[in-house]
């Protein structure tokens, strides 16, 4: 038997500055995705869903084809030139001649040629090869659309933000796959979108509402009939038709009343999601009263750093990683013991590179993207005048509890020590999810009062344990939380929080 097992993840912010090459896709190593041979040695044993495919498909001794793994950060639309070529190159693997496609995909992928990343693909896919069952493993940030799922036999989501159940997921679609294979199931798909714009501080999937939906997902998944039942968060930055919170159920047709149940557990799911709506917003405050409440905080923080979470500019969803208004606000409201993570900014490096070890500088930081989109033409960088304490290679290997094991390059890097603020300056844009960024660079983040993240969640198993308490900070930046800086122009219209009018009407998008 001959599978075709393929990898192509990117979460597309459309409000993002930051461009998406197809050097994008080698997971940050800027080398690009993998392919043939190589695309297969790298996933072997990867924790996500395209490493579990591959697993699967060797224990049952598959002729496996493995044209292309490819992952890129959050950033703006894919190029049209990279998004075509590796959709070409998935096709070409498909066309030669195969009984099953396995599919690692995003789901809230967009290229300048595709609003629909993930539909096109398998549209086309569909195209090549009608009838040959087909599944795909998507992240909860999936924008589903319709397309996607006329173009699919099985789809389940990861039931978990922050995500760690990657590799589960992609076993269960699997698992799945090879049953219909065997003739022991006969997939049918429902699908119902929430109309419900939810916003990822609201997403964490041990909390709330968000933890709620997901608790009843899987108490679904325990019917005999429902094969899978996946809830999307949606990702909200992707400005396209459908974005937003949708339910996607795989039902058995073998038995009786299967489509049905697909789609009135869909539809069940989604009613759900409506009727909580309120608790998929994040209302967040001024900078002004956070920083104020960080100040209280570290009254009484008994020596532990109190996390200033500038959650506007999330690296893992599009951010900029230079935006330097939290820290600005914490200057001027005379905070001290302030340890600042990654903040990406490659001229003030080469500059503390040049000055040297020990040398006294005094650098124009950070906010020098220009992020047209949310009407921020022109940020104004933030004068700081210290001396540079460490120029390092930026590099480190992950200790964990997440993403154990992996290296990553932060590029060539520097240590700003103003006297009051400690400032990690990268080249490259990281989000701060292993206290690597900070030990690699002679950094103690436990002595710190206060610690500047720029992250949302990835921050939460390495950092919060450390803290005395998190504070999230409204600054600027494309992965803000609030609705009225970013122009919607192509999500469906009304809804809910950016419509009053908004409605949800049971089956109609079934
Ligand atoms: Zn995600």
Redesign the pocket.
């Known amino acids: 038997m001959r599978v075709v097992i393929a990898r192509m993840q990117h979460?597309t912010n459309t409000f993002s500055p930051v461009p998406t090459p197809l050097a994008a896709f080698g997971t940050g190593n800027g080398k690009g995705p993998y392919y043939g041979a190589d695309a297969r040695r790298a996933m072997t044993g990867a924790r996500v869903a395209m490493g579990a495919f591959l697993a699967q498909a060797e224990a049952r001794g598959c002729d496996i084809d493995t044209p292309l793994a490819g992952m890129a950060y959050p950033s703006a639309p894919v190029e049209a030139s990279a998004y075509t070529h590796m959709c070409d190159t998935i096709c070409a693997a498909v066309a030669r001649g195969c009984d099953a496609v396995l599919l690692d995909l995003h789901g809230a992928m967009v290229a300048e040629n595709s609003p629909d990343g993930e539909g096109d693909l398998l549209e086309r896919i569909r195209a090549i090869a009608p009838v040959i069952p087909l599944a795909v493993a998507l992240?909860?940030?999936g924008n589903i659309s319709r397309k996607i799922v006329d173009n699919a036999d099985i789809i389940v989501g990861y039931k978990t933000?922050p995500?760690i159940d990657m590799y589960e997921t992609g076993a269960h679609a699997g698992r799945l796959l090879f049953d219909m294979l065997d003739g022991k199931i006969e997939p049918v798909i429902g699908y119902a979108h929430a109309r419900v714009l939810a916003q990822t501080l609201a997403m964490n999937t041990n909390l709330g509402a968000m933890k709620a939906a997901l608790e009843g997902a899987k108490w679904r998944e325990r019917d005999p009939g429902i094969l899978a039942c996946s809830v999307f968060g949606g990702f909200p930055q992707a400005d396209t038709p459908d974005a937003g919170m949708s339910v996607v159920v795989v039902a058995d047709a073998k038995r009786r009343g299967g489509a049905t149940l697909a789609r009135r557990t869909a539809e069940w799911g989604a009613d759900f999601l409506w009727s909580r709506r309120a608790g998929f917003v994040f209302r967040q405050e001024p900078l002004a009263q956070s920083i104020g409440r960080a100040r209280k905080a570290a009254h009484k923080a008994g020596g532990k750093p109190v996390i200033l979470m500038d959650h506007g500019d999330n690296v893992m969803s599009g951010g900029t990683c230079d935006t330097i208004d939290v820290l600005r606000a914490a200057l001027d409201a005379g905070f001290e013991g302030v340890v600042v993570g990654p903040t990406c900014d490659p001229q003030a490096v080469a500059q503390m590179a040049a000055a040297g070890v020990g040398a006294e500088v005094t650098v124009k930081l950070g906010n020098k993207t220009a992020m047209p989109r949310i009407g921020v033409p022109d940020p104004v960088p933030l004068e700081l005048t210290g001396r540079v304490r460490v120029i390092g290679d930026g590099e480190y290997v992950v200790t964990g509890p997440i993403f154990t094991g992996d290296r990553l390059f932060m590029g060539r890097t520097a240590v700003l020590d103003t006297g009051r603020a400690q400032v990690v300056v990268t080249s490259q844009p990281q989000e701060p999810l292993d206290i690597g960024c900070f030990e690699s660079v002679g950094i103690d983040v436990r002595a710190a009062r206060f610690l500047l993240l720029k992250s949302r969640m990835y921050f939460r198993p390495v950092f919060e344990p450390m803290a005395a308490a998190v504070i999230p900070c409204a600054g600027p930046g494309v992965t803000s939380s609030d609705n009225r800086i970013f122009r919607f122009e192509h999500v469906r219209r009304p809804i809910y929080p950016l419509d009053a009018r908004a409605r949800r009407t049971p089956g109609a998008s079934a």
């Open positions: 979460e992240d909860l940030h933000y995500h």
